[in-house]
């Protein structure tokens, strides 16, 4: 709370919180389509918010902190850098070259050198949560809406005091919020998965064994007792009605995600086939970051952008100091299996720039925990030097 009163106290945190706030609102009435506003929009997308964005980003980068390169970031750079390669080789096959697309992924590449400061990550994330009122203005209930809103309630978890009250104060208000805008059976899912796993880290890590065992008994009686209840509604509600004794529904299941789910697969190339990849009459985009990334960019890119999201995963649980991040992470990936599209669509813009910002965050800490290995290994050589 005092790093926080810091901040936002000073003439800096004011107005970068005014800046991304104010990008934030604007990209989220854009989303909703108040007003028809969608058609002013060269392209449908907001590719040009990501640069300016990201120019701000890079100016405080500059400013404030310093290119540093550890064992972890170096590997991860490595990685990003073969998978933007890869979209870029994909391009010029599919004569599918897109200019503003580019700039963002070499200013993205250009970003992942800095240490980037907890500072900036706490203005932005507070910037997103306050334009999350924003997406009241739809004039009909999105899937966008929900998705944006549950990656956003999951950052703010990473500052939330790890405390049961602070998640009754945050999380009610959020849910409400959720439950109006939104009748997203994976935004439902996921926010309900997030507070539960949440909860139980508050209540189960460094707590005696009296307290973890009352909260698992209650948690069990507050979870399975409406699941056993209301077992039809819900499985009729988030199946679809497709689980039948004739087998499952799968294109019912996914609401209509399933068939060209199968026509990308069944298309499959090396290099993708460019932003035609599918019919997108009935559909803005394929509902799935990995079919996404297949169909436009191929296999090889693909297999980068797994990689990736393993990789930054298996940093995240390294470490209880980086529990929310990883969290952040498996949220992301999880409403982007059925929701969420990655980069260069016009929906979805706040939790995109929070996703880079905390990976970036996440390579600090990482960093942070091999420095102190380091020095204790060598304290401990000093120590036995005979």
Do not use: C
Request: hydrophobic content about 55%; cysteine-free; proline content about 3%.
């Amino acid at each position: 709370m005092r790093e926080m009163k810091r901040i936002f106290s000073s003439s800096e945190g004011m107005i970068l919180t005014f800046i991304f706030t104010l990008m934030f609102i604007v990209t989220n009435l854009i989303m909703v389509d108040v007003g028809g506003v969608q058609d002013l929009m060269t392209g449908h997308n907001q590719t040009p918010f990501f640069i300016l964005i990201l120019l701000v980003i890079l100016a405080y980068l500059f400013k404030n902190s310093r290119v540093e390169i550890n064992p972890s970031r170096a590997m991860f750079l490595v990685i990003w850098n073969l998978y933007v390669l890869s979209i870029f080789i994909s391009m010029f096959a599919n004569r599918d070259f897109v200019w503003a697309e580019t700039i963002v992924l070499v200013m993205l590449s250009v970003m992942f050198f800095f240490r980037l400061p907890k500072t900036l990550l706490i203005i932005m994330t507070v910037s997103a949560l306050i334009s999350l009122p924003a997406l009241l203005f739809q004039p009909i209930l999105l899937n966008e809406s929900g998705a944006t809103l549950v990656l956003i309630y999951t950052a703010g978890l990473i500052f939330l005091p790890k405390t049961n009250m602070a998640m009754l104060y945050y999380g009610l208000p959020a849910l409400a919020l959720l439950l109006v805008t939104t009748h997203s059976r994976t935004a439902i899912a996921v926010f309900a998965l997030v507070t539960v796993i949440q909860l139980t880290f508050i209540n189960v890590y460094k707590r005696d064994k009296r307290h973890r065992s009352r909260f698992l008994i209650g948690l069990a009686a507050v979870t399975l007792l409406p699941l056993i209840v209301f077992f039809r509604p819900l499985l009729s509600h988030f199946t679809r009605d497709g689980l039948g004794m004739d087998g499952a529904d799968w294109n019912r299941i996914t609401n209509g995600r399933y068939d060209p789910w199968m026509t990308i697969l069944d298309n499959v190339t090396w290099l993708g086939e460019g932003r035609g990849y599918i019919d997108f009459t009935s559909l803005l985009h394929a509902h799935n970051i990995f079919f996404d990334t297949l169909g436009r960019y191929g296999i090889i890119t693909t297999v980068l952008f797994t990689v990736l999201i393993i990789g930054v995963l298996v940093i995240s649980m390294k470490s209880v100091r980086t529990f929310n991040i990883g969290l952040y992470i498996l949220t992301f990936v999880l409403i982007g299996m059925t929701e969420y599209n990655y980069l260069f669509m016009f929906v979805y813009f706040s939790p995109v720039i929070l996703f880079f910002v905390i990976v970036s965050h996440l390579l600090d800490q990482s960093g942070e925990r091999e420095r102190i290995a380091y020095k204790m290994e060598l304290w401990n050589k000093d120590t036995h030097a005979p």
